[in-house]
Every structure is written in C-alpha cells, then in structure tokens.
C-alpha cells in the first residue's frame, strides 16, 4: 500500500505538471524512485495510473461535499459548509483538482464517466437536501443541486486563477451568500 501511494504520488505531480499527453511513465518511474517493470506491476498503463488517480480525488471531493451538507441541518449553513468544501478541494495540496476539473482527457469515456458521476453524486445529496426542504420535484431539485455544484466549481477554479487575489473566506461566503439568496427564495414545506 505504501509502495502504491508513493507511485500515485508521483503520478500526480507529473500529471499535474504536465497534463496526461505529456506525462511520461519513464518520468513517473523516476520521480517515484522506482523502475518501470515496478511501476507497471502496480499499474498496466499510463490510463489505469491516471484513472486511479481520478478516482481517488473524485471520491475525496464527494466525500468533503457529503460531510459539508452532514455537518449541520441549518440550509443557510449546508451551503456555505458546500461552497466551502469546493474551494477547500480547489485550493487543496497538489492541485489535484486540476485530475477532476481541468483534465485534458474530458473526452476520454472513462475520464468523462468518472467525472459526471463525481458531480451526479455531489448534486444528487444536494438534490435530497432541496427535495426534503421544499418537496420540489426530484428532477427540478437535482437540476438545482448540479447548478450548485456548477457554481462551486467554477466559482472556486476562478478564484484560484486569479492567485487567490480575494482572500479564500471572503470568495466563499460571497458564492455562498449567492447561493443562498437564489436557494432559500424556494418555499420551504409543512
């Protein structure tokens, strides 16, 4: 297991660096300390390493945006405590958001798929949350829950390309208190 996490560690700041194309698994091998017949025991290939990787952050960012929304039954605050979960994957070591949101293998089928079910999965429990709150219909509320989830998203990979120039507080309660104000505008039921 040891040996594994060090290999994806490896991965990630080449990948990162260098995004998919240019990544070379000699490169890989390298910066692990490892040969490649070692790096290929663990991993057949350059795809399964990169999809190992992607299922890895896909899952810590479902992860963080389900205990957002556990964290409190106060709406106003399961959205700040999302928003929050957002930048804090944004700006998180590594840039490993940049495997789940900025990947130039999008179009790759695998990719892809990992990619929309990490986002189903994070609008879907947002979605609950609307639909137990407002008993809006599922499909109106997992409509709202990914425009959530599009909004973090975009808002906080903005804010880091601007080198955080509002500090990291300030941007997500800005997003939040959007979100809010559109969100809390839904009757709230019995």
């Keep these: 297991m040891a040996r594994r996490r060090q290999l994806l560690g490896a991965a990630q700041e080449v990948f990162v660096a260098q995004g998919y194309h240019a990544a070379a698994m000699d490169e890989i ?4 300390g490892v040969s490649k017949p070692v790096l290929y025991q ?22 963080i945006v389900r205990e957002a929304l556990e964290s409190t039954t106060d709406n106003k605050r399961r959205v700040q405590a999302s928003m929050q979960a957002f930048y804090d994957f944004v700006a998180g070591d590594g840039e490993a958001y940049r495997l789940v949101f900025e990947s130039d293998l ?9 990619v929309e079910r990490a986002n189903h999965q994070c609008a879907e429990m947002i979605a609950r ?3 137990e709150d407002t008993q809006a219909p599922s499909d109106e509320a997992f409509l709202l ?6 909004m973090a998203e975009v808002s906080a990979r903005y804010w880091l390309s601007q080198h955080r120039s509002i500090p ?5 309660k800005l997003i939040a208190r959007l979100a809010w104000r559109g969100i809390s505008g839904f009757p709230v039921a019995g």
């Design 29 to 32: 091998a390298e910066r692990a």
């Design 168 to 172: 990291k507080d300030t941007a997500e």
């Design 42 to 63: 663990h991993f057949p290939g350059k795809l399964e390493l990169y999809l190992a990787l992607l299922d890895e952050h896909a899952e810590a960012l479902v992860k």
């Design 145 to 150: 829950g990914m425009g959530l989830v599009g």
């Design 106 to 114: 999008r179009n790759v089928a695998p990719v892809r798929a990992r």
């Design 129 to 131: 949350v609307i639909a």
